[in-house]
């Protein structure tokens, strides 16, 4: 099983740094990069060269927003995943609308993530026989 190419966008270092350790440690997983704002994320995630299976995002950063970056990223194969302190029931709407493929919220659903990260690795030929254009809410 290859690992799961994934790129984090979150401002913070310390639940950046954690997640990072707690999701190689439990998923078949390599981060591919990080950013903490909208901008460093786009200009990574835009280049052709750089791929990645996953994104997880971080809603609020150091500057911009975890929207912009969904909003601009959802054309890539990716699948697109917000996690985020913030993951109201209007917060989870809207990121749907902008192409994210789930929500999960950092004080409560850190298991979710994983398991969902888990399914993904496990399926990965369905990352490739989705269609990235459709995205589930």
Known sequence: MRPLKTYIVE???LIR???IATLEELVCMDVVGTAEDESSAL???LQPENIADLVIIDIFLKKG???GVLRSARSL???LVVLSNYATNDMRRKCAELGAD???DKS???DELIAYCAALNTASTGLDASDP???AG
């Open 133 to 135: 254009h459709e995205r």
């Open 11 to 13: 401002d913070s270092p």
């Open 43 to 45: 200009e990574w995630l």
């Open 77 to 79: 194969p990716a699948k």
């Open 17 to 19: 740094d954690n997640l």
């Open 108 to 110: 409560h659903d850190i």
């Open 102 to 104: 789930r929500v999960f």
């Open 65 to 67: 927003s975890g929207l």
